[in-house]
């Protein structure tokens, strides 16, 4: 079973910045893609970007331009660079994986972008 690791969140100020990582338990080149998802209060959870194993990525309109999505596969690490950040970016922050049979979710990290 692979094992999601998120770390990374915290408060922030509005137009700050952070990082998040996530770690997987086992090489992620079996993996479909990797994704970060977020759910703020009393909302669904979204899909926020994508790394496929290929590296093709993709992003949520509202985070174009500002969210930066990458891998480290030696270290089996996913990372979300969040720069301009906005207090409706303000979430819990899930890492997902998305293989051939199914996905595996983290426990998420909180993100809070004061105004």
């Known amino acids: 079973q692979v094992q999601l690791v998120e770390s990374g969140g915290g408060l922030v100020q509005a137009g700050g910045s952070l990082r998040l990582s996530c770690a997987a338990s086992?090489?992620?080149?079996?993996?479909?893609?990797m994704n970060w998802y977020r759910q703020a209060p009393g909302k669904q959870r979204e899909l926020v970007a994508r790394?496929?194993?290929?590296?093709?990525?993709m992003y949520a309109d509202s985070v174009k331009g500002r969210f930066t999505i990458s891998r480290d596969n030696a270290k089996n690490t996913v990372y979300l660079q969040m720069n301009s950040l906005k207090p409706e970016d303000t979430a819990v922050y899930y890492c997902n994986a998305l293989l051939n049979w199914g996905s595996y979710w983290g426990q998420g990290t909180p993100v809070t972008v004061s105004s």
């Open positions: 790394i496929t194993t290929g590296g093709n990525t």
């Open positions: 086992e090489s992620m080149f079996s993996f479909n893609a």
